[in-house]
């Protein structure tokens, strides 16, 4: 693993499904609370010569998610059941109004009655959410899916053996960051700090540490097989 100048543009995306590295050149796995623990490893597969990553010519997208169980919903009142979340939610991109919003800060699945539901109403100081209670009963069973706001997060190069080389940046990006801006908007899409290359069976690796779990797929998550995405952009030789 080197440093990096000025490199070639053979672009490609990196991702939680590991489609351009292949499945056995990727590892996905929850962090350990409040511990600076790996959640995802992209090895440089045999069929490039190696993997060129600079943080400011290439963006990261970066929605992560977690989890919380409701075993039985607590009775409405005003015509909303209020369920107070575990973790601290915020508005994305700064619109607290939900159809404003790129992605919703929480996907809610009700699983008494086998469907997704809406998020009524966010109170986000307060870190409780409303639903109608059309759709949310008194008693059923939620999963909840909030994005992850706590914490920091780090890119670190692993040489072939899977041993920590060093950090891509000394400093960690703190995660709301993903959350405060719109993504998919070239002007406000988020870049990360350091460089690197990495050459067969090298890794880079994304590190968290947070209170809170990081979940990459639940058989409860209502939209599609991961509940938490990334998409890293790089340079490859092939």
Known sequence: MGEITNPKNDARSL?????????????????????NSPVLEWTCPRKWSEIKYAGGNHKTKFVPRTKQTVASAPEPEDGYVSIELDSPIQPINGEENPDDQPYPPVVAFNKTEDEEVEVAEYQYAQNIVHFDDDYVSDGDELVLFPILVRGTLQYRGLDQFGHEIAPLDEWSEPIHVFHDFDQNKNETEVHLIGSARFTESETLALYINSEDKIVWEDEDYPR???????????????
Not at 16 to 34: C, I, K, M, S, W
């Open 15 to 35: 991702t939680h499904a590991f489609h351009e590295v292949e499945e056995e050149n990727g590892y996905l796995r929850q962090n350990t609370p409040d511990v």
């Open 224 to 238: 599609g097989s991961y509940v938490s995405k990334i998409e890293q952009r790089v340079d490859v030789s092939v």
